[in-house]
């Protein structure tokens, strides 16, 4: 049996999370349906909203059999793509997850199932490209494909292809998912992180395909970013204390920084240019990232890009200082074969 027959005999679930994604689910249901394997199914698993998506949901699924609609009581993404796969991943192959928000490639998935066959590679991974319409949105993803807002991250922005310790989660050999136990459904953010962890403990390779990218939108406003940032922090504070090993210099940087920041301005009164010494240099740096963004982008729009940066990089180090104080975590270890 060659390639191509293995790849259409393969099941495949397709799960996507939502919650009030009416502007777009429509589109993002055709656009991974389209050239998909012929034994495809796709879970929309939503978690109460109140937009209209589940009836639009619905209306697709009434033309097109390979579409079904789940209901999310938990809301959160990783209870929902556990849901999917325990009412209908029975006899699947391989499990894709898929956000509502993100613009795919064409022929996503059939993509995906030949990176995990080429690679045998347990699961997946893929790189984002975020992308803006705003102002603010576009100064937001200008800085979240550099240094200055991901400190390298190879699944944002990155151009390499390679065995990785993490990133945006795409697909899972199916056993590898369930062995693994799928999502823990304690973690509202960072739990394709810890899920990630889990696997590399028990085994298994994770693939960055840098040639299957997405398209993501960020947040629009200042607050919203600011919101999404701290909860990755407080995320990422649970998984590295239950994985001890898996924090990298850029993240452990970031509540470093605050944390200067916050010595700096209490040592004003009494040691004012010393203490004025960090801020000035992180300020600095922030001001030169905005003006080289801008004037690689032709566009004064950039120079926005350090004020996203400053609230993505805050953010997350005080939510990560927070989870440290506030959630409790043990040590993951796995349980005898």
Partial sequence: MNIESSKEQQRVLVVVPTLNEARGIEAVIQRLLADAPARTEL??????????????????????????LLHNPRRIQSAAVNLAVQQHGAGADVLVRCDAHAEYPHGFVRRLLDTLARTEADSVVVPMDSQGHTCLQRAVAWVSNSWAGTGGSAHRGGRRSGFVDHGHHAAFRMDAFRRAGGYDESFTHNEDAELDCRQRR???????????????????????????YFAYGRGRS????????????????????????????????????????????YGGALLAASLQIAWRQRSLCGLLAGVAAATMHLSWGAGFLSGLVMLREQRWTPLPA
């Fill in 202 to 228: 028990l085994g298994g390779r994770v693939y960055l395909d840098a040639e299957i990218r997405l398209g993501y939108h960020p947040r629009a406003t200042l607050p919203s970013l600011a919101r999404q």
């Fill in 43 to 68: 879970v929309v698993c939503d978690g109460g909203s109140s937009d209209g998506t589940q009836a639009l949901v619905q209306r697709v699924a009434a033309f097109e059999p390979r579409v079904r």
């Fill in 238 to 281: 649970r998984t590295v204390r239950r994985h001890p090993g898996s924090m990298r210099a850029r993240q452990l940087a970031l509540p470093l920084n605050l944390a200067l920041l916050a010595l700096s301005l209490l040592a004003m009164p009494w040691l004012p240019l010393l203490a004025s010494l960090w801020p000035a240099a």
